[in-house]
T-cell receptor, first 112, second 115 residues
């Protein structure tokens, strides 16, 4: 799987939007962009994924650059419960159930 | 609904002791993964099962680590002769089927401390 680059940490105020960036300049045309997050003392949980178009679900939005070399996870209103490590991961389409390859992610702190 | 269940949640082992960590995947999930997560790091892949078949064990750090899933449901990760560097959280995950479009669900992990 191609490599991703994320900031080590970010900080947000509660109830404000948060934009978590991810660079993946070596992404291939068959790579999906997945986001997982890991709350303190929990296992990672799925957030969202996309291929080319922007995606929305109840948890977040995913904005994908036109050249697909970067993407941004958007939390529309951060809450204290969103404090977690956020991982941006690339997975190839039809790669079978190859394992997720985690980097160090971005540690998001939310300030009340 | 039941998620991925792991036991024990916490384990303290003396160096040299053998440990066994259990994973109950979500019912009907075909794929099962084990990860190791050191403090402050992202999870690292250990091994993967498709039903009872262990298709990839490239991440197991040494021959002291062994995983099995004999009936294609519950899995056990066994660590023999534990060493201090084995101290980590061991995460189990499962997914419904084959294909990268399947969401992978993680358990809360088994926290192993070797003293």
């Amino acid at each position: 799987d191609a490599k991703t680059t994320q900031p080590n940490s970010m900080e947000s105020n509660e109830e404000e939007p948060v934009h978590l960036p991810c660079n993946h300049s070596t992404i291939s045309g068959t790579d999906y962009i997945h986001w997982y997050r890991q709350l303190p003392s929990q296992g990672p949980e799925y957030v969202i994924h996309g291929l080319t178009s922007n995606v929305n679900n109840r948890m977040a939005s995913l904005a994908i650059a036109e050249d697909r070399k970067s993407s941004t996870l958007i939390l529309h209103r951060a809450t204290l419960r969103d404090a977690a490590v956020y991982y941006c991961i690339l997975r190839q389409v039809d790669s079978g159930n190859t394992p997720l390859v985690f980097g160090k992610g971005t540690r998001l702190s939310v300030i009340a | 609904g039941a998620g991925v269940s792991q036991s024990p949640r916490y384990k303290v082992a003396k160096r040299g002791q053998d440990v066994a960590l259990r994973c109950d995947p979500i019912s009907g999930h075909v794929s099962l993964f084990w990860y190791q997560q050191a403090l402050g790091q992202g999870p690292e892949f250990l091994t993967y099962f498709q039903n009872e078949a262990q298709l990839d064990k490239s991440g197991l750090p040494s021959d002291r680590f062994f995983a099995e899933r004999p009936e294609g449901s519950v899995s056990t990760l066994k660590i023999q002769r534990t060493q201090q560097e084995d101290s980590a959280v061991y995460l189990c995950a499962s997914s419904l089927g084959w294909g990268s479009g399947n969401t992978i669900y993680f358990g809360e992990g088994s926290w192993l401390t070797v003293v």
